[in-house]
C-alpha cells in the first residue's frame, strides 16, 4: 500500500505560478511512475503531466506543455509540479497518482486507469 499526500494548491492569479508537491510513503521502495491529473467541475478527470521512475521520460497534456514541469526526487519519494503561467482554464483539484512498474523506463500511463494509488487531491484556482 502506498499513500500520497499533496500540498502546495492554492489561489493565485493569472499568471502566477505555484509549485505542487507529493510526497508518498508506505511501500515505496518499488519503482513507480507517477503523474499529475486535474479535475474542473462538471469535466473528466485528465492527465496533466506523468513521469517516469528515472525521471527521463515526461508527458504533458498539450494545454500545458511549456508552462508546467513535473519532476521527482526519488531520495525523497517525492513528486512537483512546477506550474508557471497559471490561466483560469487551470483551476481544478489537482491528484497526485502513482504506479508501480517492473522497469525504470516503464513509460507514465496517459490515462486514470493507468494509476492504482491516489491521492486526496488540493485546490487550485486560478482568478483572472
Known amino acids: 500500500q502506498v499513500q500520497l499526500v499533496e500540498s502546495g494548491g492554492g489561489l493565485v492569479q493569472a499568471g502566477d505560478s505555484l509549485r505542487l508537491s507529493c510526497a508518498a510513503s508506505?511501500?515505496?521502495?518499488?519503482?513507480?511512475?507517477m503523474g499529475w491529473f486535474r479535475q474542473a467541475p462538471g469535466k473528466e478527470r485528465e492527465l496533466v503531466a506523468g513521469i517516469n521512475w528515472s525521471g527521463g521520460i515526461t508527458v504533458y497534456v498539450d494545454s500545458v506543455k511549456g508552462r508546467f514541469t513535473i519532476s521527482r526526487d526519488n531520495a525523497k519519494n517525492t513528486v512537483y509540479l512546477q506550474m508557471n503561467s497559471l490561466k483560469p482554464e487551470d483551476t481544478a483539484v489537482y491528484y497526485c497518482?502513482?504506479?508501480?512498474?517492473?522497469?525504470?523506463?516503464?513509460?507514465?500511463?496517459?490515462?486514470?486507469?493507468?494509476?492504482?494509488?491516489w491521492g486526496q487531491g488540493t485546490q487550485v484556482t486560478v482568478s483572472s
Open positions: 497518482a502513482t504506479n508501480p512498474v517492473i522497469y525504470a523506463a516503464s513509460r507514465p500511463a496517459y490515462n486514470a486507469a493507468g494509476y492504482r494509488y
Open positions: 508506505g511501500r515505496t521502495s518499488s519503482r513507480y511512475t
